[in-house]
């Protein structure tokens, strides 16, 4: 089953609501029920499983809707297993995973490796440090951030390359996430947040970050059906959530988060440092 296109989600979040997690499951260790340093996290929409990038457990575990530990891959030795998992991203029966190593891993979401994607480089289909990723649900095409390359990669559906831009305003993006009108960029530079059109121009660059923003180390950030902006700030032990004007709507208190996404029912997935995976 096709995955939904996440602008075309409809529900309502009331972030203010949000103070406790009504599920806080696993702790900072090894084995199956453990994470150790978890980075991105995910959501396969058509069954509500959620994937957490494991990141010193080198491996990706699954959990159902409610946070119950069902699997992991990646761990097996062999051509697809994984080291430093890091960004995640879902279409359709795919799962893409970046790594410390360099590639692109190509999964299936059932954990059945299918191919390695790049080397270590710096040209076309070579990476330096990938970080996160975004699918385009309308074409398939896949936006890779290049982070010690200082660019944005894009693949075509079969996963060749297609193109390559914002090597002119980036300076280590952190992570990607997709509206219908913009594609959205975190960066450690500042302005920390950059805009650019389908056409592949920067449209704004927005955000000092530690300024109006308040961000001190952002990991990854997403954006919801309303154009909110959710950002884990890793030294600041908070979510902060701004609405597409970028005012302060709500923080949220939680040590060391790093991955973030939001489910069809407007739940907030967090993972933090400290091994947890927390549903909001």
Known sequence: MATANPLERIFSVDYKSKIQPIVSVCKRGRGLENLYRPQGVTIDNSTGDIYVADYLNNCVKVFDCNGKIMYKFGDEEGEGKLYRPNGLAICRDRIIISQISDCILNYQVNGK?????????????EFNNPRGLAFNEANGELYICDSNNNRIQILSQELTYKTQFGQDNLESPLDVQLTKEFIYILDKSIPCFHLYNYNLILHKSIISRGYKLQVSIPYFFYIDNSNNILITDYSSNS????????????????INPTGITVDNRGRVIVVCNRGHLNIF
Do not use: W
């Open 239 to 254: 979510i902060s959530i701004f609405n597409s004007q970028l005012e302060l709507i709500y923080k949220i208190s939680l």
């Open 113 to 125: 490796f299918i191919s390695i994607i790049g080397k270590p480089g710096k040209g076309e289909l």
